[in-house]
């Protein structure tokens, strides 16, 4: 069936660090590729999202390709910051369904 | 600014209680979703509902059942509480095949 595998956390980094969270997808037909973040304390909030091949997602410094070849939707920022520290979660929606990654905890020190 | 509303941030109840838990959304969407979220598990769809009266079994349904008897609100019900039912509930709600708008939880407790 449809699903997403992201990478295990925690992860830590220090202010203005370079960020990579790895997600990779399997599924059938063209799914839509998405990036949901949780700050603490709150829900789920959309942070990019892509719905074919070779685009980009970006926001708030964010990006990500989806990339068919590979199956991936990478989450990447250049340049970290303490207000980014929040859990990140990778999904995809095929049809009327969302499948989500088990979310990447991300804690950036000053 | 879209909203989507659930009507307790904290609960904690007892093993046998029934427990409410209401969400309710302001985008006039047609589709509502229950999950819940445990650590290392990720999000689990329990229930979901693409119209009033309307309802489908997610991956967990088991130990729950939904009533959506107007449009902006989708309530989940756990008829008798156990402690492996202590979690963090999310409600959300879509347009069509748009993206996912998400309250900000109910986290619940099971004694």
């Known amino acids: 069936g449809d699903s997403v595998t992201q990478m295990e956390g925690p992860v830590t980094l220090s202010e203005e660090a370079f960020l990579t969270i790895n997600c990779t997808y399997t599924a059938t037909g063209y799914p839509s590729l998405f990036w949901y973040v949780q700050y603490p304390g709150e829900g789920l909030q959309l942070l990019l999202k892509?719905?074919?091949?070779?685009d980009k997602g970006s926001n708030k410094g964010f990006e990500a390709t989806y990339r068919k070849e590979t199956t991936s939707f990478h989450l990447e920022k250049g340049s970290v910051q303490v207000s980014d520290s929040a859990v990140y979660f990778c999904?995809?929606?095929?049809?009327?369904?969302?499948?989500f990654g088990t979310g990447t905890s991300l804690t950036v020190i000053p | 600014d879209v909203k989507v509303t659930q009507s307790s941030r904290y609960l904690v109840k007892r093993t046998g209680e029934k427990v409410f838990l209401e969400c309710v959304q302001d985008m006039d969407h047609e589709n509502m979703f229950w999950y819940r979220q445990d650590p290392g598990l990720g999000l689990r769809l329990i229930y979901f509902?693409?119209?009033?009266?309307?309802?489908e079994k997610g991956d967990i349904p088991e130990g729950y059942s939904v009533s959506r008897e107007k449009k902006e609100r989708f309530s989940l019900i756990l008829e008798s509480a156990s402690t492996n039912q202590t979690s963090m509930y999310l409600c959300a709600s879509r347009r069509g095949a748009g993206e996912l708008f998400f309250g900000e939880g109910s986290r619940l407790t099971v004694l």
């Open positions: 509902s693409y119209d009033v009266k309307m309802k």
């Open positions: 999904a995809l929606r095929t049809g009327n369904q969302f499948y």
């Open positions: 892509a719905t074919k091949a070779d």
